[in-house]
C-alpha cells in the first residue's frame, strides 16, 4: 500500500526555503554497500534488497543522508551547502508499514561546526514547533564525541573504545559490554590450531584456516560472513576478553553514563565529573562549550533542551553531536538527526566534508496531528 503524501507538506518545504535550504530529489533505487558498511550487517533484515544485470547488490532508499551524500559528491558541488529533501523511505519495521516519508535538511561544509550544529538543532525544532503548534516538545542532546573523550582518557584499549562507541546509542549492547568489561565472559573453547592462530594474531592466516574449514564443511564463503571477517573478530574478541576494567574505572564510565541534565547546566556537570575523576575532556569539552552557548542564539527555547551522556543514535557514522526531538513525555521519536564528519570521505569524496542534519519521521508527525 503507497504511503499517503503529507497533507502538511507545502508547510515542510516553505520551512525549508526560510532556512536556505534547497531541495534536492535523489534516486529510489540506491547501492546497498554504503547503507551496510555504515549502518552495520543488522539493517541487511530490515531494507529492500535487489540486484542489478551486472550483480551489483541495490536497495529501495532505506533513509536520505547516505542518497544525499553520493549525489553531493557525484555532481561535485562546491560547499558549504544546505540541502532538503522530502520523499518515500522503504524499511522494514513494527509500526506504519514499510513505506513511509521522511523530511529533512543535511548542512554539508560548514566550517563552524559549533554554528552548524546548532542551527540543525534550531531548525528541527522550529519545524517540529510549526507542525504541530501548542504541544510541549523535548530536545535529547548527547554527544559521540565526548564518550569517546572518556573511554580514552580511560586508557581502554582501541579494541575496547571500538566496541564501546560502537554500543553508544544501544542500551542494551552498552549494557552487554560493560557488564563483559567488569566480568570477562567464559568463551567455548576453540580448536588447538585455531588458538594458536588468535593468539599469534595473524588474521591472514587465519583466514585461510576458516575458508579451509568451511570448504570441508560444505559451507559456501559467499552465504554469510566472509572468512576474513570471522578472523578478525575471533582476534578481537581473544583480544576484548584479555581485558578486565578496574573498579574505580569502571565506576566512572557509569557515572558519566547517567549524566542527565538539562542544557544549560550541562558545561558544569561535565566539568564537575572530569573534576571528580581526574579524567580530561579537553577539546571535546570546548566543543562542546561552543555549541551550547551558540544554540541560545538560535532561538531554541532553554528549558526544552536536556543533555543526556548515554543518548547516542545507532549508527556508525556519526562522530559528534546526536539529537533527537519528541513530544514531552512521549517516547516516540519524532526528528534523529547528528553529525557526521567522516561520512562523505567513507563515501568516497576526496576530501574531508564536514556534515550535520536531521530527519523527521512524518507519519509520525501525522498521527499527532490527527489526534492518535
Known amino acids: 500500500m503507497t504511503a499517503r503524501y503529507p497533507a502538511f507538506a507545502d508547510d515542510i518545504l516553505a520551512h525549508f526555503a526560510a532556512r536556505g535550504a534547497e531541495l534536492v530529489e535523489v534516486p529510489v533505487i540506491q547501492p546497498a554497500d554504503p547503507f551496510l558498511d555504515m549502518a552495520g550487517e543488522e539493517l541487511r533484515r530490515r531494507i529492500f534488497l535487489t540486484e542489478s544485470e551486472t550483480g551489483e547488490t541495490l536497495c529501495l532508499r532505506p533513509e536520505f543522508t547516505i542518497p544525499v551524500c553520493l549525489d553531493h559528491i557525484a555532481n561535485r558541488s ?21 513505506e513511509f516519508f521522511q523530511a529533512g535538511i543535511e548542512d554539508l561544509g560548514t566550517a563552524d561546526t559549533a554554528q552548524a550544529d546548532a542551527r540543525s538543532i534550531a531548525d528541527a525544532h522550529a519545524l517540529i514547533a510549526a507542525l504541530l503548534p501548542g504541544r510541549p516538545l523535548g530536545v535529547t542532546l548527547g554527544d559521540q564525541r565526548v564518550f569517546e573523550a572518556v573511554l580514552a582518557a580511560l586508557g581502554l584499549p582501541r579494541g575496547w573504545q571500538k566496541r564501546l562507541a560502537r554500543a553508544f546509542g544501544s542500551p542494551e549492547l552498552l549494557k552487554s559490554a560493560l557488564a563483559d568489561l567488569a566480568n ?4 567455548p573453547p576453540l580448536p588447538d590450531d585455531v588458538v594458536e592462530l588468535v593468539a599469534a594474531g595473524d588474521k591472514q592466516m587465519l583466514a585461510s584456516h576458516v575458508s579451509e574449514r568451511m570448504e570441508e564443511a560444505g559451507i559456501s564463503a559467499h552465504a554469510g560472513r566472509q572468512p576474513e571477517d570471522i578472523a578478525a573478530r575471533l582476534i578481537e574478541k581473544s583480544e576484548l576478553a584479555s581485558v578486565r576494567l578496574a573498579p574505580d574505572a569502571l565506576a566512572a564510565l557509569q557515572a558519566f553514563l547517567s549524566i542527565r541534565v538539562p542544557l544549560r547546566g550541562a558545561g558544569d556537570a561535565l566539568r564537575a565529573f572530569a573534576g571528580e575523576t581526574g579524567i580530561s575532556l579537553g577539546a571535546a569539552l570546548e566543543a562542546f562549550g561552543a555549541r551550547a552557548r551558540v544554540l541560545a542564539e538560535h532561538g531554541l527555547p532553554e528549558d526544552v533542551a536536556y543533555y543526556d551522556a548515554g543518548f547516542g543514535r545507532p549508527l556508525d557514522y556519526y562522530t559528534g553531536l546526536v539529537f533527537e526531538v519528541s513530544v514531552s513525555g512521549s517516547d516516540r521519536t519524532l526528528v534523529g538527526g547528528g553529525r557526521y564528519d567522516r561520512l562523505l570521505t567513507l563515501l568516497g569524496s576526496g576530501a574531508p566534508i564536514p556534515g550535520v542534519g536531521f530527519s523527521v519521521w512524518l507519519d509520525r508527525v501525522a498521527a499527532l496531528r490527527e489526534g492518535a
Open 184 to 187: 570477562p565472559p567464559r568463551r
Open 78 to 98: 562546491g560547499t558549504p551547502r544546505r540541502y532538503a529533501y522530502l520523499g518515500e523511505v522503504f524499511r522494514q519495521r513494527r509500526e506504519g508499514g514499510a
